[in-house]
């Protein structure tokens, strides 16, 4: 099939002015319709715990499996038929493996109404994009979640697929909004899923990790184009990624942190029960007004320098 490179470069240009409507369809929603459907089969004739072990491999066998299978045919048969149609296909697939555009969209959105003094409108805002408890949290906590969700994402929503989309197209792109998807629905740590969704956890671990530590690198990198500082950017990232939870995520927050100056993390709610994690850059400052207006223009910056690389990576694979 045709290099990616073009296809690519008119996804990059469209997240960034359209974000994700929510009104148009988007094959991540199908998506986890049917892991709903497969995790609610699964569980009809598996109950042990090796057997949701087995399950949640070939849960994650049907899915990714299927997902990129179902791309490679979609694409071909488009091509076959009529080959602007596979171009604007393999556009669309790559545009909906992107989440930049919505991610600074969504961030903004809670940014602004905490400017101008709307503490109960911020805080209902970060409710619809985050997993904590909102409703009690000061300015200070509102503008930490926010920074959070920013670098957090930039790895999952931004660096990664444009990773996967410069190395393989949109097939690999499905592969792993595939993975990550089943991950956000099944790879949870917890009674109901610690056997049916091991295998999405894993596997989302590791499809995650180069992107994760070039999402560090990509932010260091952008700092200083912001007024922001790359050294302590990196410091952090080396330092401090090990204070998160998961593998991946705590490259990327410690990389905004330590370019911010200000520490995220610590203890929160959810569900009503404390949490009590570490603290990421616990040397850092609490987040003040600047630090959410300047996570969004790292993000932006970040997202660029990324969407660049990819681009000069997918360039070099049309020339192969």
Request: with cysteine; hydrophobic share 50%; charged share 15%.
């Amino acid at each position: 099939m045709p290099n990616g490179f073009f296809p690519l470069l008119i996804a990059v240009a469209a997240d960034a002015l359209l974000g994700d409507p929510p009104t148009w369809p988007h094959f991540v929603r199908w998506l986890g319709r049917l892991i709903s459907w497969l995790e609610g089969l699964a569980r009809g004739i598996f109950h042990s715990p090796e057997g949701l072990r087995l399950a949640g491999f070939l849960l994650v066998a049907a899915v990714v499996g299927g997902g990129a299978l179902g791309c490679w045919l979609a694409l071909k048969l488009a091509r076959a038929f009529f080959e602007p149609l596979g171009f604007l296909l393999a556009t669309a697939v790559s545009f909906q493996c992107l989440a930049a555009g919505q991610l600074w969209r969504e961030a903004r959105s809670v940014a602004q109404p905490l400017e101008a003094g709307d503490l109960d409108l911020a805080r209902q805002r970060l409710g619809l994009i985050v997993g904590r408890d909102t409703a009690a949290l000061d300015e200070a906590g509102v503008r930490r979640a926010v920074i959070e969700t920013v670098a957090e994402n930039f790895n999952d929503g931004v660096v990664a697929p444009l990773f996967y989309l410069a190395l393989g197209g949109p097939v690999l792109g499905v592969a792993y909004k595939a993975v990550n998807t089943l991950d956000s629905m099944v790879g949870y740590k917890n009674e109901k899923y610690a056997d049916l969704g091991l295998a999405a956890a894993r596997l989302d671990d590791l499809a995650g990790w180069a992107p994760a530590r070039l999402s560090a690198l990509l932010m260091a990198l952008a700092s200083p184009l912001v007024g922001l500082s790359a050294d302590r950017a990196w410091r952090a990232a080396l330092s401090d990624h090990a204070a998160h939870k998961s593998p991946n995520s705590g490259w990327p927050e410690a990389a905004a942190a330590g370019a911010l100056g200000v520490k995220l993390g610590g203890p929160n709610f959810y569900n009503g029960r404390l949490v009590k994690k570490p603290w990421i850059n616990p040397q850092g400052r609490q987040p003040e007004a600047a630090d959410s207006r300047s996570s969004l223009d790292l993000l932006a910056a970040a997202a660029a320098l990324a969407s660049a690389l990819a681009l000069l990576v997918a360039l070099a694979r049309r020339g192969l």
